[in-house]
Nanobody, 125 residues
Framework: QVQLVESGGGLVQPGGSLTLSCEAS????????IGWFRQAPGKEREAVSC????????NYADSVKGRFTISRDNAKNTAYLQMNSLQPEDTAVYYC??????????????????WGKGTLVTVSS
């Protein structure tokens, strides 16, 4: 079966760091764009970051630019989100998603095919 599983969430103090992982199974991640999304209680889902097939193209939401870094290791069928300088506003369930797309472009990570179930990140003192 096709599956994406996020891991690495937890409780962290403001200013701290976490790295989230997204492991794919049942399909080859190399042929998919990978996006990270998040949703806080009572708020709409927000696109956080996106990365192209081989990592050559990345984008970030303004709210996380300079603090978060997206990456991928296709040999491990895994993508990552390194989160630094975390703030309480970053508290949310973080979701990994995969989009089958031929090439990178402005529309990448806008029509995801597969979604993980999420991992909770809580930033609090």
């Amino acid at each position: 079966q096709v599956q994406l599983v996020e891991s690495g969430g937890g409780l962290v103090q403001p200013g701290g760091s976490l790295t989230l992982s997204c492991e794919a199974s049942g399909f080859t991640l190399e042929y998919y764009m990978i996006g990270w999304f998040r949703q806080a209680p009572g708020k709409e889902r927000e696109a956080v970051s996106c990365i192209s097939h081989s990592g050559g193209t990345t984008n970030y939401a303004d709210s996380v630019k300079g603090r978060f870094t997206i990456s991928r290791d296709n040999a491990k069928n895994t993508a990552y989100l390194q989160m630094n300088s975390l703030q309480p506003e970053d508290t949310a369930v973080y979701y990994c998603a995969a989009e089958h797309r031929l090439r990178a472009g402005v529309q990448m990570c806008t029509a995801m095919d597969y979604w993980g179930k999420g991992t909770l990140v809580t930033v609090s003192s």
